[in-house]
T-cell receptor, first 114, second 112 residues
Framework: DTGVSQNPRHKITKRGQNVTFRCDPI?????LYWYRQTLGQGPEFLTY????????KSRLLSDRFSAERPKGSFSTLEIQRTEQGDSAMYLC????????????FGPGTRLLVL | DQQVKQNSPSLSVQEGRISILNCDYT??????FLWYKKYPAEGPTFLIS?????DKNEDGRFTVFLNKSAKHLSLHIVPSQPGDSAVYFC???????????FGQGTRLTINP
């Protein structure tokens, strides 16, 4: 399967703990995105990379959140000192550069903060 | 401010009939629009897209219509099949911007 993959698929943690999620994009895609989806809402943009450069961050991405894409391939999203409000589905997507920004999504990581 | 709105939280259609899902937007800078389908516990799956230079795009049973003056797009599914039951999201992006802005979704149920 050559689609976007995300690990883990599920994560349960206690409030105050740190968590890290990984995303592997489609291999030929140089753009990578993180979104967050809560119940009853559409996905909300968090951040975007072109190759290894993080080019845009949403106001939703508080200073407890950090994302990296060190070699322009896979990406990690870390949440420090998790809060119950961080409970959500975290989605990764990738796209090729050029016209028509069709983004292809992974299966997501569902985070539950107790 | 919700820039992309799907005003129908749910829609129920009989198998074989046409399903029409609607989406409105407010940002006139949006120039690329997409529809995604989502099953529970999975990520959104891309269905079909349309650029603002077109008013219609077809792909098999799926057709997207764009009315720029009304800032409205719709997705038509003909004929509807049980496997089409899912949540459908419309999304939009502005020229030069990379992020997608999503609507809240419409849950489509196809009844046999």
């Amino acid at each position: 399967d050559t689609g976007v993959s995300q690990n883990p698929r599920h994560k349960i943690t206690k409030r105050g703990q740190n968590v890290t999620f990984r995303c592997d994009p489609i291999s030929e895609h140089n753009r990578l995105y993180w979104y967050r989806q809560t119940l009853g809402q559409g996905p909300e943009f968090l951040t975007y990379f072109q190759n290894e450069a993080q080019l845009e961050k949403s106001r939703l991405l508080s200073d407890r959140f950090s994302a990296e894409r060190p070699k322009g391939s896979f990406s990690t999203l870390e949440i420090q000192r998790t809060e119950q409000g961080d409970s959500a589905m975290y989605l990764c997507a990738s796209s090729a550069s050029g016209g028509g920004e069709t983004q292809y999504f992974g299966p997501g990581t569902r985070l539950l903060v107790l | 401010d919700q820039q992309v709105k799907q005003n129908s939280p749910s829609l129920s259609v009989q198998e074989g009939r046409i399903s029409i899902l609607n989406c409105d937007y407010t940002n006139s800078m949006f120039d690329y629009f997409l529809w995604y389908k989502k099953y529970p516990a999975e990520g959104p799956t891309f269905l079909i897209s349309i650029s603002s230079i077109k008013d219609k795009n077809e792909d098999g049973r799926f057709t997207v219509f764009l009315n720029k003056s009304a800032k409205h797009l719709s997705l038509h599914i003909v004929p509807s099949q049980p496997g089409d039951s899912a949540v459908y999201f419309c999304a939009a992006s502005a020229w030069g911007a990379q992020k997608l802005v999503f609507g809240q979704g419409t849950r489509l149920t196809i009844n046999p």
